[in-house]
Nanobody
Framework: QVQLVESGGGLVQAGGSLRLSCAVS????????TQWFRQAPAAQEREFVAAISWTGGSTYYADAVQGRFTASRDNAKNTFYLQMNSLKPEDTAVYYC?????WGQGTQVTVSS
């Protein structure tokens, strides 16, 4: 059974940083791109945040987080990460990791002004 478990969310002041982790078990990890999405309060859909290729050599970011967020992965640990710097109140959301169509349960990020 595939499991993706996010961690690292929390409450932070604007301008602060958080590092999210997504630990994967139950499937081969290293051959798929991985993605981060988020769903803001009252939003109907999740929005794309970032993606990283299976080699880690290519990354892609939503315009809203470009230059502030950094995606990375450690294939040996079956874990991928989202480093979030210069956080803004509008970054408040539940953050989800995705690998090959499988989703984690989400981790809450709250940024206070």
């Amino acid at each position: 059974q595939v499991q993706l478990v996010e961690s690292g969310g929390g409450l932070v002041q604007a301008g602060g940083s958080l590092r999210l982790s997504c630990a994967v078990s139950g499937r081969t990890f290293s051959t798929d791109a991985t993605q981060w999405f988020r769903q803001a309060p009252a939003a109907q859909e999740r929005e794309f945040v970032a993606a990283i290729s299976w080699t880690g050599g290519s990354t892609y970011y939503a315009d809203a987080v470009q230059g502030r967020f950094t995606a990375s992965r450690d294939n040996a640990k079956n874990t991928f990460y989202l480093q979030m710097n210069s956080l803004k109140p509008e970054d408040t959301a539940v953050y989800y990791c995705n690998l090959g169509g499988d989703w984690g349960q989400g981790t809450q990020v709250t940024v206070s002004s």
